[in-house]
Antibody, heavy 125, light 107 residues
Framework: EVQLVESGGGLVQPGGSLRLSCAAS????????MHWVRQAPGKGLVWVSR????????TDADSVKGRFTISRDNAKNTLYLQMNSLRAEDTAVYYC??????????????????WGQGTTVTVSS | DIQMTQSPSSLSASAGDRVTITCRAS??????LNWYQQQPGKAPKLLIY???SLQSGVPSRFSGSGSGTDFTLTISSLQPEDFATYHC?????????FGQGTRLEIK
């Protein structure tokens, strides 16, 4: 079964740090681009970061640029989000999401095909 | 950034109804448009990608159309499990952006 399981969320004070993890199973993790998407309480979905299948390229939303770092360990089938200098407005459920496999005839790297269950980050004093 | 605007923000309907949700992009995105369904307290689920392609396993009562700036998601005959929030998302360029969501409620 294809599965993504996030962990690492919790309560942190403003200015603090957290590292989220997303454990992948049921598919060849190293072949897929991965994303982080977040959702503040009662709000819509917001894309956070993206990483290429081999980890050689990343893209971040402006709101997290310079504070959050997406990375992956393909040997451990795990995606990470290192979050530093956290702010109250970073409070959200954080989802990892997998893009579809890219072939010569179909490539939708910015589509979120498989989602994890989410992990909650609360930034508050 | 490309802004995505959904309408309506909320919608009341009955089982068996045909429902259409609209998503408008602030600039042309060709057919780089996806639709997701989200049940309360759950992760989103991909329904439609590339504006009109039905994701595997999604019932055929869901359909998508449009190109350029205007897109629609249609549910041909509402089932009880379809009452949820629907999100559109442009996959044309970074930053990837979503609409604000459409909450579909039982009338």
């Amino acid at each position: 079964e294809v599965q993504l399981v996030e962990s690492g969320g919790g309560l942190v004070q403003p200015g603090g740090s957290l590292r989220l993890s997303c454990a992948a199973s049921g598919f060849t993790f190293s072949r897929y681009w991965m994303h982080w998407v977040r959702q503040a309480p009662g709000k819509g979905l917001v894309w956070v970061s993206r990483i290429k299948s081999d980890g050689s390229s990343t893209t971040d939303a402006d709101s997290v640029k310079g504070r959050f770092t997406i990375s992956r360990d393909n040997a451990k089938n795990t995606l990470y989000l290192q979050m530093n200098s956290l702010r109250a407005e970073d409070t959200a459920v954080y989802y990892c999401a997998r893009a579809p496999y890219c072939t010569s005839t179909s490539c939708h790297l910015n589509t979120f095909e498989i989602w994890g269950q989410g992990t909650t980050v609360t930034v508050s004093s | 950034d490309i802004q995505m605007t959904q309408s309506p923000s909320s919608l009341s309907a009955s089982a068996g109804d045909r429902v259409t949700i609209t998503c408008r992009a602030s600039q042309s995105i060709s057919t780089f448009l996806n639709w997701y369904q989200q049940q309360p307290g759950k992760a989103p689920k991909l329904l439609i990608y590339a504006a009109s392609s039905l994701q595997s396993g999604v019932p055929s009562r869901f359909s998508g159309s449009g190109s350029g700036t205007d897109f629609t998601l249609t549910i041909s005959s509402l089932q009880p499990e379809d009452f949820a929030t629907y999100h559109c998302q442009q996959s044309y360029s970074s930053p990837l952006t979503f609409g604000q969501g459409t909450r579909l409620e039982i009338k």
